[in-house]
């Protein structure tokens, strides 16, 4: 990663846990304010503390990930900013039919994480853990949003561990955008009754329930 864009990535969480701190102040966990300090300022400084120690590594443009995969036949942007687990496993199973379709070769697939949809890339008491790492090691991208990453982080008072894969875009809805202009057709999961928007002819299997620990059952309720 460039070493500037690591900063500017840096940048941005910090820039964006302040907004969110002062936005949430009154529902988030509360730290002394020393003389002078406004509670939200002494707060984003935390929050911003606990991003930059977790060193959360960066994903590559989207420029850059296409330059990549020249011999892709095709590309896809898979999005999940739903809170339902059901989705999260059908998210996944997604990839898996287009891996079987196209081959790794010859396919350049992301799935991108924002919103509730963080769930899926978080590492603790995440059953789909396992099944991410096997796509991943099949070339199988997987992007978390920068915002989604520094709500949660309020949220939880301490940032959360992601899953190996994971890496840091600013924000996933630009990171689809920019997807979908790079010729990548966008799939969003609306649920198992409706299935997912048929794109190329992508199928969908059902999942189960996905587990609960303190992290998702705090997140479950913001």
């Known amino acids: 990663m460039n070493p500037s864009r690591r900063t500017h990535a840096a940048n941005h969480l910090t820039r964006l846990a302040l907004v969110l701190c002062s936005a949430l102040l009154g529902s988030s966990p509360t730290w002394a304010t020393p003389p002078g300090q406004s509670p939200a300022a002494v707060q984003a400084e935390h ?17 850059q990930e296409k330059a990549a995969h020249p011999d892709a036949v095709a590309r896809y942007a898979l999005q999940i900013s739903d809170a339902d687990a059901d989705r999260r496993g059908e998210t996944l199973h997604v990839a898996e039919h287009l891996l079987q379709h196209y081959g790794k070769d010859k396919l350049d697939i992301e799935i991108i994480a924002f919103g509730p949809g963080i769930k899926l ?102």
Not at 47 to 63: E, F, G, M
Not at 163 to 183: E, F, L, Q, S, W
């Open 121 to 222: 890339l978080m590492a603790n008491d995440n059953p789909l853990a396992p099944l991410i790492e096997k796509l991943s090691a099949q070339g199988v991208r997987f992007s978390a949003c920068g915002n989604a990453v520094a709500h949660t982080t309020m949220m939880l008072g301490y940032a959360p561990k992601l899953v190996p894969a994971a890496r840091i875009v600013p924000a996933g809805i630009v990171r689809v955008h920019d997807r979908t202009h790079c010729n990548s057709p966008r799939i969003n999961i609306n649920g198992v009754i409706n299935g997912i928007t048929h794109i190329n002819g992508a199928a969908v299997s059902s999942f189960g329930k996905a587990g609960g620990g303190s992290e998702w059952q705090k997140i479950n309720r913001a």
């Open 47 to 63: 929050i911003a503390t606990l991003i930059k120690a977790a060193n959360y590594p960066q994903a590559p443009s989207v420029a």
